[in-house]
């Protein structure tokens, strides 16, 4: 049997499809860190305020960030996040989803907002109440520190920048957000 071109073709695009589909799929946690274990999904669903993040394009600007994790239907994660653009006057939204990137029971997610891209999402730090966390993302040019309030004990700003710095994120580059009182 003869292959032509563009069956040739047809096939090596498939397969670099696929290849790249798998890669998108694919998400890390920085060196070092490990993910929160056990961690239990339904009490870190609802609000949280954004404290702190290392800044990149698509939170360039905002204040007032929020995030808002609440359970699908089908089982994935809701991600709700808001934020007031100071530059603009407006309001931003983004909705994503969310689902674990191995095991329910530890703290690792991956989380998209354009199809099927997925980023990390890495639950590092979380007190025992879930009201304050520490996420890293794939890498060191990704970190956020949460919290159920607008601000956070000094205690435990101090204990998750140490954290940050030991995987070796360079904490001065935080933005710190502001919140409306």
């Excluded at 601000?151 to 710190?176: F, M």
Aim: charged share 25%; net charge positive.
């Amino acid at each position: 049997m003869k292959i032509k071109n563009w069956q040739l073709a047809l096939a090596l695009g498939i397969g670099t499809a696929a290849v790249a589909l798998n890669f998108t799929s694919c998400v890390s946690i920085p060196k070092g860190a490990k993910a929160v274990t056990p961690f239990d999904k339904d009490k870190y669903l609802g609000k949280w305020y954004e404290i702190a993040r290392m800044d990149f394009k698509f939170e360039k600007n905002l204040n007032n960030v929020t995030a808002t994790y609440s359970l699908k239907e089908n089982g994935l994660i809701k991600v709700d996040n808001w934020g007031y653009n100071y530059i603009k006057n407006e309001w931003k939204q983004s909705i994503g989803k969310a689902k674990f990137a191995g095991d329910n029971n530890v703290a690792r997610l991956k989380v998209s907002f354009f199809g099927p891209f997925y980023a990390g999402y890495n639950i590092i730090a979380i007190d025992k109440n879930y009201q304050y966390a520490l996420v890293a993302g794939n890498n060191l040019d990704y970190l956020w520190i949460l919290s159920r309030e607008k601000n956070i004990p000094e205690t435990v700003k101090a204990d998750y920048l140490k954290q940050a710095q030991s995987l070796g994120y360079d904490t001065s580059k935080l933005v710190w957000d502001k919140h409306d009182k």
